[in-house]
T-cell receptor
Framework: DTAVSQTPKYLVTQMGNDKSIKCEQN?????MYWYKQDSKKFLKIMFS???????INETVPNRFSPKSPDKAHLNLHINSLELGDSAVYFC????????????FGSGTRLTVV | SQQGEEDPQALSIQEGENATMNCSYK?????LQWYRQNSGRGLVHLIL?????REKHSGRLRVTLDTSKKSSSLLITASRAADTASYFC????????????FGQGTTLQVKP
């Protein structure tokens, strides 16, 4: 049983396309996150949701839109993909927003060509 | 700007030796966490130390926190080849959002 699962694991797509990455957690956690890891391994937070409510929305282009249908799912939709969007995207969850440890998914490697 | 900076960026040691990684940060924190990332995988939570704690142990891991110097260190004792990975510190900066800010990581290679 994977605690935080992301699909797809790899995604290769052309510039201008629209794509989605799905994330599900079976830990019963209330809070979920999306992080972007660049080629230098730098991790930057993009969004967080707590029980379906948007909590954090960093300075991310509005081509990126998160959606949380329920507290176990947080999907990421990206419109009009650009070369600079190529990165590894990680979903994570935590039990609450009080600063506990995260459980990460295994990542989605997005390559825009 | 980044919150955490890690030192060294890369570390190569022999199996059995100890590995020490350092992390410095800029703003006040609620807690500091260390994560491990194996190549091509997600991050795994190792240990959390709260701002009012100075030292914490977990198996072969020892973490210290000096809030006056805004720094932390992770010591891995008796390293093994399986410890080869990237190690990240992450600072919890808000008690009501759960936001973590990650450092750039230290890449550790343990040679058998």
């Amino acid at each position: 049983d994977t605690a935080v699962s992301q699909t797809p694991k790899y995604l290769v797509t052309q510039m201008g396309n629209d794509k989605s990455i799905k994330c599900e957690q079976n830990l019963g956690h209330d809070t979920m996150y999306w992080y972007k890891q660049d080629s230098k391994k730098f991790l930057k937070i993009m969004f967080s949701y707590n029980n379906k409510e948007l909590i954090i929305n960093e300075t991310v282009p509005n081509r990126f839109s998160p959606k949380s249908p329920d507290k176990a799912h947080l999907n990421l939709h990206i419109n009009s993909l650009e070369l600079g969007d190529s990165a590894v995207y990680f979903c994570a969850s935590s039990q609450a927003m009080n600063g506990g440890g995260y459980t990460f998914g295994s990542g989605t490697r997005l390559t825009v060509v | 700007s980044q919150q955490g900076e890690e030192d060294p960026q890369a570390l190569s040691i022999q199996e059995g030796e100890n590995a020490t990684m350092n992390c410095s940060y800029k703003t006040s924190i609620n807690n500091l966490q260390w994560y491990r990332q194996n190549s091509g995988r997600g991050l795994v939570h190792l240990i959390l130390i709260r701002s009012n704690e100075r030292e914490k142990h977990s198996g072969r891991l020892r973490v210290t926190l000096d809030t006056s110097k805004k720094s932390s260190s992770l010591l891995i004792t008796a390293s093994r080849a399986a410890d080869t990975a990237s190690y990240f510190c992450a600072t919890g900066v808000s008690s009501n959002t759960g936001k973590l800010i990650f450092g750039q990581g230290t890449t550790l290679q343990v040679k058998p």
